[in-house]
């Protein structure tokens, strides 16, 4: 599935567009072939750096690890992610000046309905529901790398969702007013004449977008993904040998696709 989505990639990262942007036919076309540029380049240079992630990854998965580890490995995830998106932003100031105000509008919309959603899985209106919902979060994340955990292993993360910093309202408030932010600042650059002006602001746009709004929200998501390191490296602590090597399988199957899609040209 992994192998057939990438090599299918622009034409999905097309769709996925066309979902939020509601693009007309001219624009489909001209976007089309920069698709096709960001996945040649993602492919060519950073899915070798994925699999020597994963490698490095897999072999420290048999023997123990510490948070800071994990928050080194996570903070990598988060460079590669604002890495390719980087590399994205030039195709986007390409385009920007052809969307219509109400394609903007229906970006708005779609970005409020998904934090809606985001809102009824995380923010319920009882604390005890949002630690539960929490709870099998955070279950169904360590079963999908390590299979079946025990009833302890449970309770390790049960106690962790309860001592955690992590404020869900505050976290969606944050980013409502963030998404908010990008739009009007899409808007304004929408309508700059000079290319490299409007992509600096594009870029300054993702940036604000990526990044909590003020500085006590940042602490806080400081202090949470420092807390869900230390959690990670506690919880593996306790795994069994079956589970590590169940963890080890995960990423070998996942090293093997990044392997396979580097090998072999794209479509």
Known sequence: MVRVSYDNGPALALW???GYLDLDDAQEAAARPLLREWFAWHRATQLPQYARWLATWRERAAGEVNADEVCRWSAQTREALWTATERALPAGAQLLPTLKPAQLDHLAAEMADKLADERRKRAQPSAEDRRAAAL???IDSAEELYGTITDAQQRLLA??????PMDAVRWLDDRERRQRRFIDDLRRARVLADEATRLAALRAAAQALSQPADA?????????????????????ATTTPAQRQHLRERLSAWAEDVAALVSRAAP
Do not use: I, K, P
């Not at 106690?159 to 955690?164: G, Q, Y």
């Open 16 to 18: 996925w567009l066309d």
């Open 136 to 138: 099998e979060r955070a």
């Open 159 to 164: 106690d962790a969702v309860a001592r955690s």
């Open 216 to 236: 006590d929200t940042a602490a806080l998501q400081a202090r949470w993904q420092a807390h869900g390191c230390e959690v990670s490296a506690r919880l593996h």
